[in-house]
């Protein structure tokens, strides 16, 4: 498995200082951080950079709404999503990501439109959209699960693969969002082992997030450091490093870079136990 996340660097026109950044972490996989409108060279240059010194773009951010009953916000996010599609295939990330957005004024929100069979139906209109105008051969688009709109589950996200009909549709995993009620958050193992288990084949990409139970009525489920809550990290790093050895398990939603040297020296000790090398 190859353990990524952010790394914070001075100059963003200098891939060098970004590889080391991420040396210096020793992180074998990254976000690309760069969007579609940056200079081409730049472009160019971060992905022979990340090319020869053996680090895995796992993911382009698509992070948009274009499912927005706003037409303007929709028009601009479905072509923010292809353009950046563009940009995964064109440097060779293992996938684009996004979220299948939302029917309210907060993109990535809840709204009681969200789980209507029109909207799953839209959401597959728009999938199809995205990869059909780009047709990539070698990247995938991708969706984050989310707690407020399909995929929610795993059923949800087998019925949209089969829906949308495009091989270039895959799946990115946050075990974290699936975890929405106390049944799923203390057997969250057996979760992920039935995620892997069903969509498996399909997953490019996963985040690394952690996630605690308040006792507070009613349900409160808060997102926390890797290490300071009770995501099955065992069960993960096992499931994961068995469908690829290659997986990257990106850092993510941390505000310092201390936090994420502790998040990652914390899911480093986890996959020693477990024999596994990032």
Same mark, same amino acid.
């Given at each position: 498995? !190859?353990?990524?996340?952010?790394?914070?660097?001075?100059?963003n026109?200098?891939?060098?200082?970004?590889?080391? #950044?991420?040396?210096?972490?020793?992180?074998?996989?990254?976000?690309?951080?760069?969007?579609?409108? #940056?200079?081409? #060279?730049?472009i160019?240059?971060?992905?022979?950079?990340?090319? %020869?010194?053996? =680090?895995?773009?796992?993911?382009?951010?698509?992070?948009?709404?274009?499912?927005?009953?706003?037409?303007r916000v929709?028009?601009?996010?479905l072509?923010?999503?292809?353009?950046?599609?563009?940009?995964a295939?064109?440097?060779?990330a293992?996938?684009?990501?996004?979220?299948?957005g939302?029917?309210?004024?907060q993109?990535?929100?809840?709204?009681?439109?969200?789980?209507?069979?029109?909207?799953?139906?839209?959401?597959?209109?728009?999938?199809?959209?995205i990869?059909?105008?780009?047709?990539?051969?070698?990247?995938?688009?991708?969706?984050?699960?989310?707690?407020?709109?399909?995929p929610?589950?795993?059923?949800?996200?087998?019925?949209?693969?089969?829906?949308?009909? !495009?091989?270039?549709?895959?799946?990115?995993?946050?075990?974290?969002?699936? =975890?929405?009620s106390? !049944?799923?958050?203390?057997?969250?193992?057996?979760?992920?082992?039935?995620?892997?288990?069903?969509?498996?084949?399909?997953?490019?990409?996963?985040?690394?997030?952690d996630i605690?139970?308040?006792?507070?009525?009613?349900v409160?489920?808060?997102?926390?450091?890797?290490?300071?809550?009770?995501?099955?990290?065992?069960?993960?790093?096992q499931?994961?490093?068995?469908?690829?050895?290659?997986?990257?398990?990106?850092?993510?939603?941390l505000?310092?870079?201390e936090?994420?040297r502790?998040?990652?020296?914390? =899911?480093?000790?986890?996959? %020693?136990q %477990?024999?596994?090398?990032l």
């Amino acid at each position: 498995m !190859r353990l990524g996340g952010p790394v914070f660097t001075k100059n963003n026109s200098n891939p060098e200082d970004w590889v080391d #950044a991420l040396k210096t972490e020793g992180f074998r996989a990254a976000v690309f951080p760069l969007r579609h409108d #940056a200079d081409s #060279a730049i472009i160019n240059a971060y992905h022979k950079a990340a090319s %020869e010194n053996d =680090i895995v773009i796992a993911e382009v951010g698509a992070w948009s709404n274009p499912i927005s009953t706003d037409s303007r916000v929709r028009k601009d996010a479905l072509e923010h999503c292809k353009q950046q599609l563009e940009l995964a295939e064109r440097i060779g990330a293992n996938c684009c990501v996004n979220i299948a957005g939302s029917r309210g004024e907060q993109w990535d929100g809840p709204h009681q439109d969200n789980f209507t069979d029109e909207t799953f139906t839209l959401i597959v209109d728009v999938i199809r959209e995205i990869i059909d105008a780009v047709t990539p051969k070698q990247t995938f688009y991708t969706l984050e699960t989310m707690p407020w709109i399909f995929p929610d589950s795993i059923e949800a996200y087998l019925s949209l693969i089969k829906a949308v009909d !495009r091989k270039a549709f895959a799946v990115h995993f946050d075990p974290v969002n699936l =975890i929405t009620s106390p !049944r799923v958050f203390y057997h969250n193992g057996s979760m992920i082992k039935e995620f892997v288990n069903k969509l498996g084949p399909y997953i490019k990409s996963s985040h690394a997030k952690d996630i605690q139970l308040d006792v507070e009525f009613m349900v409160h489920l808060n997102e926390v450091i890797p290490g300071a809550g009770a995501l099955d990290y065992r069960t993960l790093l096992q499931e994961l490093h068995r469908l690829n050895s290659d997986m990257p398990l990106i850092l993510e939603h941390l505000s310092s870079i201390e936090q994420y040297r502790a998040a990652a020296q914390y =899911i480093r000790k986890t996959a %020693e136990q %477990e024999k596994i090398t990032l």
